[in-house]
């Protein structure tokens, strides 16, 4: 069946624009349409799951690498329902997504990517970073073939954080000549923004985590140094540090005085995550060394404005990347010192404020807190969550406190937890309760040492797929047939991702066979 959209990514969707265009050429089907429908050859499994590549020619990146990793899965897996999942994917991104590729129209050396977040052809910060993630255990090389979409990506992305830092989406660059219009939705925000160059201005803070992460990944991977100071790295770094420390700010000065936010969003909306609460402001937050997020990962409004899981990928990423800005001799005095600065400061505050005792007395990360004592005790499917915060690196697995977190998010005491038939996965505020989200069930996967836990998990997500062979954002947690999004590429990225880090950790988990059998209901807590 068509995919059940809620009425939030209706609203979206239909400001979205057709892009033209597309490198692949206008005789090739697209891909929203196409990953509408199941398609053969079906995977010999029981689940005879849809193949959903493109055509090589209609494909819109080709890479080596990719497809080397992709026959190096075949000969490890032994499930053909996986393999099929993971072949459909993995290379998802790069078959339907890099709309663009490019270079700067003022440096012809300045490569620069336009990766939309699949069935909206806009680029988000945090999806298209996730959506790239993945090939870093590919990339091995500056020279490698996907090593350019790396920094297309990270270039392009800079070039938005400068511009407008607390905006998340964004429309083509000039430079691609894609005509995209602008969208038409009713917003006020502050600071103003170009219309032309922004497609949704939500400030999400782990849109700057995912930012440095990727450029992480990409420096951790290749060595390239270099590329981090040839273009616009640097002042993207010194926006994100400035908008962070405006955002630090609490709401009331030292001698109580009201202190004007640096970032207000009003919106006409038929959602209360739609907008922001006190005339656009959000509600008021103390001084905790966090940088406030007045927008979730999933896009919706926060209840409390410091949300714990981004402020664990800004501290753990501000750290890790000044060890790239400090290599860079045209890098500002003191810029990397700065970074780390800030990176222990929000961590200290992380500890201080955002570790609460939730009923029955363990000590568990909150979601969200605003520093007054007021606290949000969930976790949402969207990364970074809580769930996440292994994955992040900001913590161990092993962690006591994220162990008591870990129990809390996967039981009924989360309030978004959706337990079913088909699959048991923290879902989100973003859709309804009921609809779990696949990508949380990976994760779940990611963060466990388990062997039956990491089984169970990547069952789950097979079996939820309802043959289409794509991860959806959202499935009924007791029917596959309802679900959202036939592509999300954020989702199909993140099952990638896993499946190569199985490789790496588990691969004897990859000869299990996926087939349906009796189902254990896993709810600890």
């Not at 910060?125 to 490698?144: E, T």
């Amino acid at each position: 069946m068509l995919p059940q959209f809620g009425p939030q990514l209706m609203a979206v969707a239909a400001a979205a624009t057709s892009l033209v265009g597309d490198a692949a050429g206008a005789s090739c089907p697209g891909y929203s349409g196409y990953s509408q429908y199941r398609h053969e050859p079906y995977s010999k499994g029981a689940y005879e799951l849809s193949y959903q590549r493109p055509e090589p020619a209609c494909r819109t990146f080709n890479s080596t690498v990719v497809e080397d990793a992709i026959l190096r899965m075949k000969n490890l897996t032994t499930d053909p329902d996986l393999f099929r999942l993971f072949e459909n994917t993995y290379p998802n991104t790069i078959d339907a997504a890099i709309k663009w590729r490019g270079f700067a129209a003022n440096n012809s050396q300045e490569e620069l990517a336009f990766i939309i977040t699949g069935d909206i052809d806009a680029m988000w910060i945090r999806d298209s970073a996730n959506q790239v993630a993945p090939y870093r255990s590919v990339l091995k090389s500056r020279d490698d073939d996907i090593a350019s979409v790396f920094r297309g990506a990270i270039n392009l992305q800079a070039r938005y954080l400068i511009i407008s830092p607390y905006c998340n989406a964004f429309l083509p660059p000039p430079e691609a000549n894609l005509h995209a219009q602008p969208n038409g939705a009713a917003y006020a925000v502050t600071p103003p923004y170009d219309r032309n160059i922004v497609f949704t201005c939500n400030f999400e803070l782990d849109d700057f985590g995912a930012f440095l992460q990727l450029s992480h990944d990409y420096y951790t991977s290749t060595g390239d140094v270099d590329f981090f100071g040839r273009f616009q790295w640097i002042p993207a770094v010194q926006s994100i540090l400035a908008a962070s420390e405006a955002l630090r700010k609490p709401t009331y000065g030292p001698d109580g005085e009201w202190v004007p936010p640096a970032y207000t969003f009003q919106s006409q909306t038929m959602t209360a995550f739609g907008t922001l609460g006190n005339n656009g402001m959000g509600y008021p937050v103390n001084d905790t060394g966090m940088v406030r997020s007045p927008f979730r990962p999933s896009d919706d409004a926060a209840i409390y404005d410091f949300q714990i899981p981004a402020n664990m990928m800004l501290s753990r990423y501000l750290e890790a990347t000044a060890a790239i800005m400090e290599q860079l001799p045209n890098a500002p005095k003191g810029l990397a010192a700065d970074m780390r600065d800030m990176a222990a400061g929000i961590r200290e505050g992380i500890e201080r404020y955002g570790v609460v005792t939730a009923p029955g007395g363990r000590r568990i990360y909150a979601y969200e807190v605003d520093g007054f004592g007021g606290q949000n005790l969930m976790d949402d499917a969207n990364i970074p969550s809580l769930l996440s915060a292994p994955s992040l690196g900001y913590l161990a697995a092993n962690d006591t406190v994220y162990q008591d977190t870990r129990r809390f998010v996967l039981s009924r005491s989360n309030p978004w937890w959706c337990q079913g038939t088909v699959i048991n996965a923290v879902g989100s505020p973003h859709i309804k309760p009921g609809a779990a989200w696949p990508m949380a069930a990976i994760m779940r996967a990611m963060t466990s040492d388990d062997d039956d836990e990491i089984i169970n998990s990547i069952w789950e997500v097979l079996q939820s797929t309802d043959r289409y062979g794509l991860v959806h954002e959202s499935v009924n947690s007791f029917d596959a047939s309802q679900w959202t999004r036939s592509w999300f590429g954020w989702g199909n990225a993140v099952f990638g991702q896993m499946m190569m880090e199985l490789a790496e950790k588990k691969p004897e988990l990859l000869k299990e066979s996926f087939q349906p059998r009796h189902r254990k209901l896993m709810t600890k807590g």
